[in-house]
């Protein structure tokens, strides 16, 4: 196999994975605050590694009643692109979620003026 042949290694194609991650992310919207889990600050971190995926997120608080609808709509959506192999979803509480972590506009919108 010569140089223009060769297959570019997995991790080099995952580079353009994350910002599909990303993209597909802001397709799930809490239904509460009527904002995709982006905006609102709630994902921290997309990881990819050979079409592994890990997406560490929180929520706008311990208690909130739709984590597990926002965890779920949040795996199926990144499962949708294509190149991912599997996809860990990690609740994370550190940092604690608060406004300041939202889109301005959103932010804004939701009238909080931090």
């Not at 599909?20 to 990819?48: A, F, M, R, T």
């Not at 608080?61 to 609808?69: A, E, I, L, V």
């Not at 889109?103 to 931090?114: M, P, T």
Request: charged fraction near 20%.
């Amino acid at each position: 196999m010569n140089a223009e042949t060769k297959e570019q290694p997995s991790d080099a194609n995952d580079a353009g994975l994350a910002p599909k991650i990303w993209s597909i992310l802001q397709s799930v919207v809490d239904p509460e605050l009527h904002y995709n889990i982006v905006d609102l600050g709630l994902v921290y971190g997309v990881d990819c590694q050979q079409g592994d995926v890990r997406v560490r997120m929180t929520l706008t608080s311990p208690g909130c009643p739709y984590g597990p609808y926002l965890i779920h709509e949040a795996r199926q959506a990144v499962k949708s692109v294509a190149g991912v192999r599997s996809v860990k979803i990690e609740l994370v509480w550190d940092p604690p979620w608060g406004p300041a972590l939202m889109n301005e506009d959103v932010r804004l919108d939701l009238g909080f003026d931090v």
